[in-house]
């Protein structure tokens, strides 16, 4: 979640801003676009950790300057209602969609490894 957050807030606030110029509309279009898995892998862990949406906002606007700081504002174990697996496909989804998302713009990151088979009972 950590990774999630810092990558959605140096997207957001670092490189939207250098990208909303003349002549990089094609940059001004594809960041945005990254930031909506971004954020969505964001809210999926704060939903796996029992975070509500009062939490969340909390987290996205107080600065937290290292994982060890933000380690200790948020719970460390999945809710007992969590549905773990169906978490973790619904995340590795996003990963995938965040990959093909920046593709244009920075390249193919092989993001999510490749889809697993499914294996059928």
């Known amino acids: 979640m950590y990774a999630y957050l810092a990558t959605y807030r140096v997207w957001s606030d670092n490189l939207l801003?250098?990208?909303?110029?003349p002549g990089l509309e094609r940059d001004g279009l594809a960041v945005p676009e990254a930031l909506a898995p971004l954020w969505s892998l964001v809210e999926l862990?704060?939903?796996?950790?029992?975070?509500?949406?009062?939490?969340?906002?909390?987290?996205?606007?107080?600065?937290?300057?290292?994982?060890?700081?933000f380690m200790k504002r948020i719970p460390r174990l999945p809710t007992r209602a969590a549905d773990l697996e169906h978490s973790q496909e619904r995340r590795l989804r996003l990963v995938r969609d965040l990959d093909t998302t920046v593709?244009?713009?920075?390249?193919?990151l092989d993001l999510g490894g490749a889809v697993p088979a499914r294996v059928s009972m």
Do not use: S
């Open 17 to 21: 801003p250098l990208v909303e110029r």
């Open 45 to 69: 862990c704060a939903n796996v950790l029992g975070l509500d949406g009062y939490d969340i906002d909390q987290l996205r606007n107080t600065r937290v300057k290292d994982h060890a700081q």
């Open 103 to 108: 593709e244009d713009f920075c390249g193919r």
